[in-house]
């Protein structure tokens, strides 16, 4: 008897995850950790369902203690120098977030990118680049990448419209939060009293 066709997918996903994190650069990974550390506050963004993963990690940024806030949300304060912006970018080329991450670096804020791109747009301007390999969808026009994605809603069998990357980067993240975690010495329980209490 076989396996359901979704499990064979879930662990098709999982093995695809491990290739990549095996091919991480222990030195861009560190380099993304002392940015948090030394950060007045820490701002996280993306579009999409990268922007889905950066609202997990403010959150969970939170919890750690970290002073966090989601770009675009309506209490987001201005940003300042000394304050840090994380950027979720499979494409680190989709304009709306590039146009951002650009004012971010004019305002003084350091800039840390998650990508799959390492020549892309906001990779030229970051302080800091995670490279995140894996395969996407080509598409003639990297900065309205996100946005074609979008529109054509093409699928393919497995792991469709930047799906490895997404995935990896919430494993990568929350790999981060365990991190820092250790780096920081704080407690399960350390978390548990800053986590929603009204809902």
């Known amino acids: 008897m076989t396996d359901h066709p979704v499990k064979e997918m879930m662990r098709l996903m999982a093995t695809r995850i491990i290739t990549i994190a095996d091919g991480m650069s222990d030195e ?3 380099a993304f950790i002392s940015e948090i550390l ?3 506050r820490v701002y996280t963004m993306g579009a999409g369902r990268s922007g889905l993963v950066a609202k997990a990690f403010a959150m969970r940024l939170m919890h750690l203690g970290f002073t966090a806030y989601v770009v675009g949300e309506t209490v987001t304060p201005a940003m ?6 994380i950027v979720f970018s ?12 650009e004012t971010a670096r004019w305002i003084g ?12 747009r906001i990779a030229k301007i970051a302080d800091c680049v995670v490279i995140i390999e894996s395969q996407r969808d080509k598409v ?3 900065s309205a990448e996100f946005e ?7 699928l393919k069998s497995f792991a469709p419209l930047g799906t490895i990357f997404e995935t990896t980067a919430m494993v990568f993240a929350d790999a981060i939060i365990s991190r820092l975690m250790e780096i920081t010495s704080c407690r399960p329980e350390d978390l548990q009293c800053r986590h929603a209490n009204i809902e």
């Open 28 to 30: 861009e990974i560190d």
């Open 38 to 40: 030394n950060a007045n």
């Open 80 to 85: 300042q120098p000394g304050d840090v912006l």
């Open 90 to 101: 499979g494409s680190g080329a989709t304009k709306t977030v590039a146009d951002i991450a």
């Open 109 to 120: 804020g350091r800039l840390c990118l998650i990508t799959s791109k390492k020549g892309s």
């Open 140 to 142: 003639a026009d990297e």
């Open 148 to 154: 074609i994605r979008q529109m054509m809603g093409e």
